[in-house]
């Protein structure tokens, strides 16, 4: 009897123990204990589907450039195209194209994407290719700067260079890179599903065909813009601006953008900034795009007189001919190279010379609308991509456009 009494105690106090653990942390605790919050029945939630690399691309910030703002009275904002993974806003069009042409079987995995560019967009096909599986082989100029290639050879591209000769030409670096993908195709019918590949002369690369990425008239490099860069500009300004303006090298950007507005609210203007040797001034103004004489098949090699790399062209592309623009605004060299300066030392941002150029077309659609507007340029890549040129200062003094510029001064004879 004696040992009875404390084992029957002990239960009683393991069980009471046990039950006041479960009202403290069991779910029904909150109707007992009013600060603890009930745990809300969570439905099974879908996991949401990643998709590498290509899913950091585009979304980026609309970017106050708070000087040029504060100069004008106008809202100056820059959508910061530079931060896109491989650099520039080609990343987008790189994306499109590519995944366009895998749709449409045009390109299969394991194909190689052929590109003619010495620029932004063959480095954003470099970037973007292996996240699909595909290769990508460049055709540039041989008198294209030297990091450029590095770059594109150092991201896994096969780089071929050639002598540069106008486009008319059949060695011009944009036609190679056509047959290019012609050959790969060839190729791949004669290999067949590509088991045994014999050497002969091709790269294993070049099995499972080719497609060539054609950024100026491959329509997909409009949509990639009319797509995206358009309606987010849309939505991060929500619906709140009067003026977009970026210069145009295929004219995709200018185009997919222009459109997508315009369609959204016709009261949007969109202005084309122009640089020095490019005939779409008079194109969009006059209706013109240039003289006999100025052809792009009449001239044999640099066909541009401007430092400005990736804008500017002497022929209407698919792409352009897209736009919906209400005018132009020309720019100088020296009015980039002094913007450039200008928005490193006031508003800490590092830009190329297209993204220095847009800025002048941005400054020139607020003058012409007046204080209370807002205007919306691309910032299409980083400073980091032009040391050897727009930012070397030997370079620029050699060429007479070495920055001196104190203020917005440079902007005041047009
Ligand atoms: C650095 C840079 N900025 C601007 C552009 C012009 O954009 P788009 O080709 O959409 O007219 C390009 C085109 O290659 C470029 O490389």
Not at 158 to 172: A, K, Q, Y
Not at 263 to 289: A, H, M, Q, W, Y
Not at 355 to 370: E, K, T
Request: net charge neutral; hydrophobic share 40%; charged share 25%.
């Amino acid at each position: 009897m004696a040992t009875e009494k404390p084992a029957g105690l002990f239960a009683a106090a393991a069980l009471s123990i046990a039950l006041v653990s479960y009202l403290l942390f069991s779910h029904q605790t909150s109707a007992i204990l009013p600060w603890r919050k009930a745990p809300r029945k969570c439905p099974r939630r879908k996991r949401k589907e990643r998709r590498g690399l290509v899913e950091a691309i585009g979304n980026t910030p609309l970017i106050r450039i708070n000087s040029l703002s504060d100069a004008t009275g106008c809202e100056i904002l820059g959508k910061a195209e530079f931060l896109n993974p491989g650099g520039s806003i080609k990343d987008r069009v790189a994306v499109k194209i590519i995944e366009e042409a895998l749709e449409s079987g045009a390109l299969v995995e394991g194909g190689i994407v052929t590109e003619g560019s010495a620029g932004s967009t063959a480095i954003s096909l470099a970037t973007v290719a292996p996240a699909y599986g595909c290769k990508c082989h460049v055709v540039i100029p041989d008198d294209a700067a030297a990091e450029k290639a590095q770059i594109i050879e150092a991201l896994g591209a096969n780089v071929e260079r050639v002598r540069p000769v106008s486009i008319t030409h059949r060695d011009h670096f944009v036609n190679v890179a056509r047959r290019r993908a012609l050959e790969a195709n060839k190729l791949a019918a004669k290999l067949g599903e590509a088991s045994e590949i014999k050497d002969n002369g091709m790269s294993k690369d070049y099995s499972k065909g080719g497609f060539f990425a054609d950024q100026f008239e491959n329509l997909a490099n409009f949509r990639a813009h009319y797509e995206g860069t358009g309606p987010e500009i849309w939505e991060q300004t929500e619906g709140n601006l009067d003026a977009f303006v970026a210069a145009a090298g295929t004219g995709g950007t200018v185009a997919g953008v222009s459109r997508y507005l315009k369609e959204k609210n016709p009261n949007v203007k969109c202005f084309l900034i122009d640089p020095p040797g490019s005939g779409l001034f008079n194109r969009v103004t006059r209706g013109v795009l240039y003289t006999k004489e100025e052809a792009e098949g009449r001239r044999l090699k640099n066909p541009f007189d401007t430092i400005t790399e990736g804008i500017g062209i002497n022929r209407l592309t698919k792409n352009f001919l897209m736009a919906d623009l209400d005018g132009a605004y020309r720019g100088t060299d020296k009015e980039a190279v002094e913007m450039s300066r200008y928005l490193l030392k006031n508003d800490g941002l590092f830009i190329g010379s297209s993204s220095a150029m847009n800025c002048i077309g941005a400054v020139r659609a607020a003058r012409a609308l007046g204080p209370g507007h807002t205007i919306v340029t691309i910032l299409c890549d980083s400073g980091i991509r032009h040391l050897s040129k727009f930012y070397n200062t030997q370079y620029l003094t050699d060429l007479g456009l070495a920055p001196n510029a104190t203020a917005l001064e440079f902007l005041d004879h047009p």
